[in-house]
């Protein structure tokens, strides 16, 4: 009975040693599993809220979800999007899809000149699809950063209404590039904090 307490006792400690020994350590585990929660600022062209603050959530090392409030061209613009992240590396392409909405600018008329011609119009809600692609880096330090290049598509029809005059050619364009679908150049700089949870 007592060699079988012996040798049951020594099986349980080579259990115990193999497990740790096979357990990785934290620096080897992918850095958005052991960092996955974090605040960052956005800022660039048609980008996912302008210009504001963001916050990032790595759900897992291959999947992680942005979402945030800022200003733009169309008023206060709220936004959320899904990006898919191709390696654990710190740093990796991603591809993402989201979706932003701008409350426009709320009744307030706005007003363009060019060379004499003088415009009014207003800006309506502006919902928005963005297809983006690029790329991402953590660090172990927490530092993060992320640019990306797509694509904002207008769900609607129309969101600017004419108030008074005729815009030029000039003044049309002004504001199909300002107020309606267009290039996503975006740029977020940020921290990624670690988790509390222990692996």
Excluded at 28 to 45: K, Q
Excluded at 106 to 122: A, H, P, T, W, Y
């Amino acid at each position: 009975m007592k060699r079988l307490a012996i040798c049951f006792a020594f099986c349980l400690i080579c259990f115990t040693s193999s497990a740790q020994l096979e357990m990785p350590a934290m620096e080897d585990l992918p850095v958005r599993l052991t960092r996955s929660i974090g605040i960052s600022m956005d800022m660039g062209w048609n980008g996912l809220v302008g210009f504001g603050p963001t916050i990032q959530y790595f759900v897992s090392p291959h999947f992680g979800i942005d979402a945030g409030v800022g200003l733009s061209g169309t008023g206060i613009k709220l936004g959320g999007r899904g990006r898919y992240i191709f390696l654990e590396k710190k740093f990796s392409p991603f591809v993402g899809a989201g979706f932003n909405y701008g409350l426009g600018s709320r009744g307030n008329e706005i007003v363009l000149e060019d060379e004499g011609n003088v415009i009014s119009f207003i800006v309506k809600p502006s919902p928005f699809l963005q297809l983006t692609a690029g790329g991402d880096l953590v660090t172990g330090s927490g530092f993060f950063m992320m640019f990306d290049l797509g694509y904002s598509i207008l769900l609607v029809g129309e969101n600017v209404e004419l108030q008074s005059g005729t815009p030029t050619d000039l003044q049309q364009l002004s504001i199909d590039l300002v107020y309606g679908s267009g290039i996503v150049i975006e740029f977020r700089v940020g921290f990624i904090f670690k988790n509390s949870r222990s692996y």
